[in-house]
Nanobody, 124 residues
Framework: VQLQASGGGLVQAGGSLRLSCAVS????????AGWFRRAPGKEREFVAA???????????YYADAVRGRFTISRDTDKNTVYLQMSSLKNEDTAVYYC???????????????WGQGTLVTVSS
């Protein structure tokens, strides 16, 4: 399984970007997908996650710092996970990583596969 993250770039504060994470290979079943980020000089941190199951349907989770500004979604037909980011702030500057995992990953944040990261730079 390979994850290819894209969509990063330079954006002004208040602007928007959409990150994509294309999944290839034998990618199933991996009902949990997440986005994480690592800012310069900081530890990697959770950003958002989405999980789908027959019992619970689709649920999304967000870090407090991005709730209300970021939206995670998943297109199973295209095997792609998205992160729509709006009202970007300087502190959102980081390398963003996508990840894919089993049902419990949304709770444990232990994912099986990781993308290579895409850089988002927010300028004032």
């Amino acid at each position: 399984v390979q994850l290819q993250a894209s969509g990063g770039g330079l954006v002004q504060a208040g602007g928007s970007l959409r990150l994509s994470c294309a999944v290839s290979g034998r990618a199933g079943p991996y009902p949990s997908a997440g986005w994480f980020r690592r800012a310069p000089g900081k530890e990697r941190e959770f950003v958002a996650a989405i999980v789908a199951s027959v019992l619970t349907g689709t649920k999304t989770y967000y870090a407090d710092a991005v709730r209300g500004r970021f939206t995670i979604s998943r297109d199973t037909d295209k095997n792609t996970v998205y992160l729509q980011m709006s009202s970007l702030k300087n502190e959102d500057t980081a390398v963003y990583y996508c990840a894919l995992g089993g049902l419990g990953a949304v709770v444990t944040r232990v994912y099986d596969y990781w993308g290579q990261g895409t850089l988002v730079t927010v300028s004032s």
